[in-house]
Each structure stands twice: as structure tokens, then as C-alpha cells.
């Protein structure tokens, strides 16, 4: 049931609202996607555009995450290589051949979103980066994400790389169920070995962690492509919510819409308020444009290079 999209879920009444509301009637969110669901259950709470394609930025790691722990041992040492070293910020500063342990390197990708430490991971755990990214669009089918797919281990822009609001959650639903995953996620602050002799201390991006105790765990993520990304899980009265939001203006709003959406989802648990699904038609359209937009210049410089050749 998991593998079906969310329209048809929402068309056969499966999982989902069966009914939608115009923006007006709902909660208003700024984020161009959003979800609340019950971690129990899997049962959406409230959706705004949970199919539309996004990018993910750095919650990409949650996926990385979760394969690592697949196939690694959490005390195993990484020898970190040229490549993971050279990645390019947000980085955790690891020299070539620093030994590492994979749990350091989960708590720099997770909390400090350190995109070197996510490549030593991907390396550690896959042989390689093509291959790991391979294994963590393998398990995005294993998981029923049909709106999902990756093309690196750490979230950096690039074309073919996508994740919808309901597919995030998914991916955060099935991370709090790792014992390790929720500590570390939940960690302010750690200081960090990252060589022999060398510490680093790294600060939670999860800025929600010291103004709300309720919120166990939390992945940020920001390019200028993606904006501001977060999912989130948080304990209520009536258990354990999960929040997902992508394509937010701001990291003040995509704080604000968290705290808005888990207390709205308290209330719908509470039947105080009906569930809510709904659709924005300029959050679809504004993606076919910059889709038409990416083909034009794809097209502009395959021209270019036609015109070089030509006169060489």
C-alpha cells in the first residue's frame, strides 16, 4: 500500500483525506510542501503538495544514514580519502588518511550536516559513491518512495535529484526507529574526534532543539536551489508526530511552520480539526517553469559547443 502515489491514494480514499480544501481553508504554510504524520501509523495528518518533487538538500542524510547502518559497524574506522577531503562545504575539515569512526562520522553528517563526513560514509559503507548512491535509491523502493531519488550522499544541488514532503517523512518515520539515529539527531552540541589528538566541537543546526523539548530529532537542510528543508519528530500527548517541509523562504518561517503543524496535528489526533490535503497550482507550475528554464540552458550551451567545433 506504501508503493502507491499519493493521488491515487487520495483518489481511492487510502491513508489520505479522501476530500481537498482550497488554500484558504487550511492552515497556512509558506513552505512550498509539507506533511504531518502520525509515526505510529503512517496516517497523514495534513499535506500540502506531499507529491510535488523537490529538492532535498542536506535531508539527504537521513537516507545515507539509514543505509549505513545496514551495512557498517558503528565502531568500524573509515581511513578518510582525497575525495571525502576535498568536498565542498559545509564540511567537518578531516584531512586525507584521518581515522575516523563511522559514529563520528554520522554525528558530523547529522548534526553538523557535514557534507565531507557524509562521502566518507557513502565510500565506507558502498565501496564507493556511484555505488552507494546506488543503494540508497534501492532502499527509497524498498521503502515504497515513489517520489524520490538521489544522486549523492549529502544533498549538494545537481539535475535528477528529488524527494516529495511525504516521501521525507517516510524517511524520518523509518529513522527514529534506530536507537542511535534519535540520540544523535536530538544532540545540541558533541565534540568530536576526528584524528589522532584532534577535537571539534559541532553545533546542532536544529536550532528547535533548545526552545522545544517535544522535538526528539531534526535535519535541516539549504541550498539556494532547495531553500530551507526540515523533518522533524516530536513527542505529543497522543504520541509521536513526524513533520515534513521543503521549499521554505526562510530558516525563521521554516521553524515557525513546525511548531504551527505539529500543534495542528495534535488537534486533528484530538478530532478538533478534520485532516487536511491540498495542492497549489503555482508550486506545480513554478517547477515546470524552472524545468523549461534548465532545458533552455542545456540546450543554449549544447549550441555553444556545437559553434566551438565548428570554428576550431
Known amino acids: 500500500m506504501r508503493q502507491m502515489s499519493v493521488a491515487i491514494m487520495m483518489l ?7 476530500f481537498f480544501v482550497s488554500p ?71 584531512k586525507e588518511g584521518d581515522l575516523v569512526t563511522i559514529e563520528t562520522l554520522l554525528s558530523a553528517a547529522l548534526i553538523r550536516s557535514a ?20 543503494l540508497m535509491n534501492r ?29 521525507l517523512a517516510e524517511i524520518m518515520r523509518e529513522a527514529i526507529r534506530y536507537p542511535l539515529l534519535k540520540d544523535i539527531l536530538s544532540t545540541p552540541a558533541a565534540e568530536l574526534s576526528t584524528g589522532v589528538g584532534t577535537t571539534k566541537i559541532v553545533k546542532n543546526t536544529n536550532h528547535l532543539l533548545w526552545s522545544d523539548e517535544g522535538h526528539l530529532v531534526g535535519k535541516t537542510g539549504f541550498t539556494r536551489e532547495a531553500r530551507h528543508c526540515f523533518a522533524a519528530a516530536g513527542e505529543r500527548g497522543t ?23 505539529m500543534a495542528l ?14 495542492i ?3 508550486d506545480y507550475d513554478a517547477g515546470k517553469i524552472k524545468k523549461a528554464s ?7 550551451k549544447k549550441n555553444r559547443k556545437k559553434k566551438k567545433k565548428v570554428t576550431f
Not at 481511492?12 to 479522501?18: A, D
Not at 513526524?242 to 511552520?257: C, F, K, M, T, Y
Open 24 to 94: 484558504a481553508s487550511a492552515v497556512e504554510i509558506s513552505s512550498r510542501a509539507a506533511v504531518v504524520m502520525d509515526a505510529a501509523t503512517g496516517k497523514v495528518l495534513f499535506a500540502k503538495n506531499p507529491d510535488l518533487r523537490l529538492m532535498p538538500a542536506s535531508t539527504t542524510k537521513l537516507m545515507t544514514a539509514l543505509v549505513v547502518l545496514e551495512r557498517t559497524q558503528i565502531q568500524d574506522a573509515v581511513s578518510i580519502s582525497a575525495r571525502a577531503a576535498s568536498t565542498p562545504a559545509i564540511r567537518l575539515g578531516m
Open 12 to 18: 481511492l480514499g487510502i491513508g489520505y483525506p479522501s
Open 294 to 300: 534548465a532545458s533552455k540552458k542545456h540546450r543554449a
Open 265 to 278: 496535528g495534535v488537534r486533528v489526533q484530538n478530532n478538533l480539526e478534520e485532516p487536511v490535503v491540498y
Open 280 to 282: 497549489t497550482k503555482v
Open 139 to 167: 532502499k527509497a523502493l524498498d521503502l515504497g518512495l515513489a517520489n524520490t531519488q538521489f544522486i549523492n550522499p549529502n544533498g549538494l544541488p545537481g539535475p535528477g535529484q528529488y524527494i516529495s514532503a511525504y516521501d
Open 239 to 261: 504520541g509521536t508526530l513526524v513533520v515534513a517541509l521543503l521549499g521554505s523562504p526562510s530558516r525563521g518561517l521554516l521553524w515557525e511552520e513546525t511548531e504551527k503543524l
Open 115 to 134: 557534507n565531507d563526513a557524509a562521502v566518507a560514509l557513502a565510500e565506507a559503507a558502498g565501496g564507493s559513491e556511484e555505488e552507494f548512491v546506488y
